[in-house]
């Protein structure tokens, strides 16, 4: 886990970070199992990388202000640019695999900016930042649009969701984002939708979460598809009767550790009539359609 004030990594088991002497989150334990610890605030302290340093301003709407020097640069996702100097260059770069990317409606190429300069970027949407600092060699898996930037030195890629019920079910989306810092260390910025809650698994152990609410990962944790029946304690067929009922949904992510894992309390849903099964995340299988027949982002 990462300390909410500096980002900087905190040793298991600390009460303080060591690097900023901030307070560290306490988990609630029931028996032997902890809950997700709750992301407090968007980082307050200045993220510093080189000659960039990275600030996190506003609350209901953060932007992530940047300070550009000559040797760091940033690439970003598309539409999320607020306001930068004249003197910050933007251009562009291509991602591998391009090819299965524009067929699944996902973008092809993502923006970048050079400094030296001010520049700026907001999700415009509710929610709050979270920033990642990932040493060399250190993976994150990020579901699809919801990163907003990180530095030149972390390398982006993405995987096609594993097994057919990932695929048709997990509605996490067709391609999950996997980001990997090179030979350097480098900062990963996300936004999380509402509020950002953090668990760490430990070997083994399991946790099923609605499909839209998972945010990111640890590489090394695993993703698999459940219905509620197969989650147990959920109630058996009264229990999945229960949740066609109450609008939740009737596929469930299972995450399983060792790894850390980022939820967000807040997910996007169309409205839907009163008591309507409410599916969480997006349609894999509509994702397939609206690449090849609607707009493009």
Not at 29 to 47: F, L, M, R
Not at 111 to 135: C, D, K, M, Y
Not at 204 to 229: C, F, H, I, Y
């Amino acid at each position: 886990m990462n300390c909410p004030s500096c980002q900087a990594a905190l040793v298991p088991g600390a009460k303080f970070c060591a690097t900023c002497g901030a307070p560290v989150p306490a988990a609630t334990q029931v028996g032997a199992y902890t809950e997700p610890v709750p992301e407090t605030d968007n980082p307050k302290e200045p993220i510093t990388l080189g000659d960039m340093t990275i600030k996190v301003e506003g609350e209901l709407v953060p932007v992530v202000d940047v300070e550009l020097g000559r040797q760091q640069t940033v690439f970003f996702e598309h539409h999320i640019l607020l306001w930068k100097q004249p003197a910050v260059t933007l251009g562009f770069m291509g991602i591998r695999n391009a090819g299965k990317r524009f067929f699944a409606g996902l973008q092809i190429f993502i923006s970048t900016a050079r400094g030296p300069g001010n520049i700026s970027f907001s999700r415009e949407a509710p929610g709050q930042i979270v920033a990642l600092r990932l040493a060399p060699g250190q993976s994150v898996d990020v579901r699809e649009h919801q990163f907003l930037l990180a530095t030149s030195s972390i390398d982006y890629d993405f995987y096609w969701q594993q097994g057919l019920a990932n695929v048709f079910l997990s509605r996490s989306g067709l391609f999950i984002d996997r980001f990997t810092a090179q030979q350097s260390e480098g900062v990963l910025l996300l936004h999380g939708y509402g509020n950002v809650f953090e668990k760490t698994l430990a070997s083994g152990e399991q946790l099923d979460v609605e499909p839209g609410a998972w945010l990111w990962k640890d590489a090394n944790v695993r993703m698999d598809t459940v219905s509620v029946l197969q989650s147990q304690g959920a109630g058996g067929l009264l229990g999945a009767l229960g949740a066609l009922v109450g609008g939740a949904a009737l596929v469930l992510n299972r995450f399983t550790g060792p790894g850390r894992l980022g939820l967000q309390s807040m997910t996007y849903h169309e409205p839907a009539r009163e008591g309507a099964q409410q599916a969480g995340g997006q349609s894999n299988i509509g994702n397939v359609l609206g690449s090849l027949f609607g707009d493009r982002q």
